[in-house]
């Protein structure tokens, strides 16, 4: 089988890079199962800037979410150097201090983006685990019943660097790293649809770092696995018991949760060899190694659907990712 365009994942950035370059008809090849990507192709994103969920084709809604900071049994309306810095601690396991989301408290306008990627359809293969990448622009994957190989034009990659360099076999110049993010989400129907809550929690003794309520839903997210004192202290925080009576919707473990940037000269240098050798591009964080907002993603899939399309393709371009 023969594509103009392959992309290797169907999550936000490919649906952000399929979007850009649907007039070329791009094939995405997904290795989870059609009900395993459901819950992310009807997920709701809440978003900074609108543009992502316009480029996904998703019902937008402005909102107002309240926020606030949640430290040893008090309420803090305002951020400090202190609170930062243990926050970014807490969600980088002592590698790393930068300026977090924590520093933007009170009031703020956000956008809702639903069903965010159910825009893709019939370009989509699921089943597909990547398990070979080959010099000659041919990807190999193993789907339940046989392995196929693909031949393409031009590809892009938005699966983690570890993973592509692993089937490519081409040995990483730097040591990635990241730590996994621990969810767990209730169906809250007490909450009015309308009601978006962030209570950011930057105590180093519980494993919640971020709760948030938002259209009857609870949303919880920590470092490790919860235990009853950090459950307890989201329900405190929030003034409501959530876990009574209501039910838990799924928990799970995103395994590439928080990363740690790679250092910007070896990314890039890695990057560009990639894209010469085997004529793949690269876009999302996890691709690219590199903690970005979701409007330095949409930049990202621009810039390669550029170079994708143009009559002659400039990698000197592909530097800026």
Same mark, same amino acid.
């Given at each position: 089988m023969k594509v103009d365009i392959a992309i290797i994942g169907s999550g936000i950035a490919g649906g952000v890079t399929e979007s850009l370059l649907r007039h070329r008809r791009p094939v995405l090849f997904?290795?989870?199962?059609?009900?395993?990507?459901?819950?992310?192709?009807?997920?709701?994103? #809440?978003?900074?800037? $609108?543009?992502?969920?316009?480029?996904?084709g998703a019902d937008i809604e402005k909102i107002k979410v309240h926020k606030?900071?949640?430290?040893?049994?008090?309420?803090?309306?305002?951020?400090?150097?202190?609170?930062?810095?243990?926050?970014?601690?807490?969600?980088?396991?002592?590698?790393h201090v930068a300026g977090r989301s924590i520093n933007n408290l009170g009031t703020q306008e956000r956008y809702l983006a639903k069903s965010v990627m159910a825009s893709v359809g019939d370009n989509l293969m699921t089943d597909h685990r990547l398990i070979k990448v080959n010099t000659d622009k041919t990807l190999v994957f193993k789907t339940i019943d046989c392995i196929s190989t693909i031949e393409y034009n031009w590809?892009?990659?938005?699966?983690?660097?570890p993973a592509f360099c692993k089937v490519a076999g081409i040995d990483l110049p730097f040591e990635t790293k990241s730590?996994?993010?621990?969810?767990? #989400?209730?169906?809250? $129907?007490k909450a009015s649809n309308d009601l978006h809550q962030t209570i950011y929690f930057p105590d180093p003794d519980i494993n919640v770092y971020r709760a948030?309520?938002?259209?009857g839903v609870v949303t919880v997210e920590g470092v490790s696995e919860f235990d009853d004192i950090s459950l307890n202290a989201v329900s405190e925080a929030f003034g409501v018991e959530f876990r009574e009576n209501e039910i838990e919707?799924?928990?799970?473990?995103q395994k590439y949760g928080k990363i740690v940037d790679a250092p910007g000269s070896k990314r890039k240098k890695l990057l560009r060899y990639l894209t010469e050798t085997f004529g793949i591009f690269f876009v999302?964080?996890?691709?690219?190694?590199?903690?970005?907002?979701?409007?330095?993603?949409?930049?990202?899939a621009k810039v390669v659907s550029q170079l994708i399309t143009s009559e002659e393709v400039r990698y000197e371009s592909a530097k800026t990712l």
């Open positions: 997904e290795a989870r199962s059609s009900s395993e990507c459901l819950p992310d192709h009807n997920a709701v994103m #809440r978003l900074r800037d $609108p543009s992502v969920g316009h480029a996904l606030s900071l949640f430290f040893r049994g008090q309420h803090f309306s305002e951020s400090n150097p202190r609170f930062n810095n243990l926050y970014s601690l807490k969600v980088t396991n002592g590698e590809a892009v990659s938005t699966i983690p660097i730590y996994p993010i621990y969810i767990t #989400r209730w169906s809250f $129907p948030t309520i938002s259209s919707i799924e928990e799970f473990v999302g964080r996890h691709a690219t190694w590199r903690s970005i907002r979701s409007d330095e993603l949409l930049q990202d």
